[in-house]
């Protein structure tokens, strides 16, 4: 059962984030972050971590909210992250551009970064204008901090994370359940969150998915998934999947153009890439 509380924690603004993708086979991911949040009719605060997170969702919710997100689905090749992207993307009226146009502006934006810096997908991605001709399974996945640095160029973009977990599992819990009450609140104001997780039980490989809803009287949320495609993930294999105990990735969620100044009216975002 999830559980209402009214306190914030503080924690640290930078540190090392993990972002990877599901694939057939392993792939290799790390990077870096910072964050903040914006939820049901209420301006965003100022840029935080975990401490700007907002209380307030009624516990016995019989809500259900479904946002219409297209779906796209990715190559055998490390593109989730892309993938999401573009679910977004279409989702507030920008059409224009692929996953793949996606992941070629995410690798030069980082091209003196992390994993992309000296990579074989930046000499793929210099040597070849047509996407087609690149090997995108060269790609090495997107960090959590790629993503919302990439978002955060185009429109108001909030990513609430913790570094990490409270040992005291009561304590662990209403982290959960604040980042999940958030996360809730987020579409109810009709934003899409794009939510880092295990790919499956196993806990072998991380993935994005794209929430697009959610239903408090069945206890199921509502993902489009790049591999498996549109999902139901009851509440708690969500929580559980969602629980990644690594430095910043517990309960991290990404929320682009999301209700704040700044905010593009549904079906009017244009971005230039």
Known sequence: MLRSFSFLFIVPSLALLFGQCRL????????????????????????????????????????????QVPLVQQPRAPLCGPASIEMVFRYWGENR?????????????????????????????????????????LYPG????NMRE???????????????????????????????????????????AIV?????????????????????QQMVVFLNDPVDGAIQQSYSSFLELWKVEEPWLPYNFIVFNAYAPGQIKKGALRVDL
Do not use: C
Not at 38 to 60: M, Q
Not at 142 to 145: I, Q
Not at 157 to 162: Q, S, V
């Open 24 to 67: 057939p086979i392993p792939i290799q991911s790390s990077s870096t972050s910072e964050g903040e949040k914006a939820v049901e009719g209420r301006p965003a605060p100022g840029p935080s971590d975990y401490s700007d997170l907002v209380t307030g969702t009624d516990p016995v919710s019989t809500r259900v909210v479904r946002l």
């Open 97 to 137: 551009y692929s996953q793949y146009d996606i992941a070629r502006s995410i690798t030069i934006q980082f091209k003196d970064e992390g994993r992309f810096k000296n990579s074989d997908i930046l000499k793929e991605v210099s040597a070849h204008q047509d996407n087609q001709a690149i090997d995108w399974k």
């Open 142 to 145: 997107t960090g959590t901090y």
């Open 150 to 192: 990439f978002l955060a160029r185009f429109a108001p973009t909030r990513n609430p994370r913790i570094k990490i977990l409270p040992k005291d599992p009561d304590e662990a819990e209403k982290v959960r359940d604040r980042f999940f009450r958030d996360l809730r609140g987020h579409l109810d104001s009709g934003a899409p």
């Open 196 to 216: 880092h997780q295990w790919y499956s039980s196993a806990m072998r490989s991380q993935h994005y998915r794209v929430v697009t809803g959610y239903d408090d």
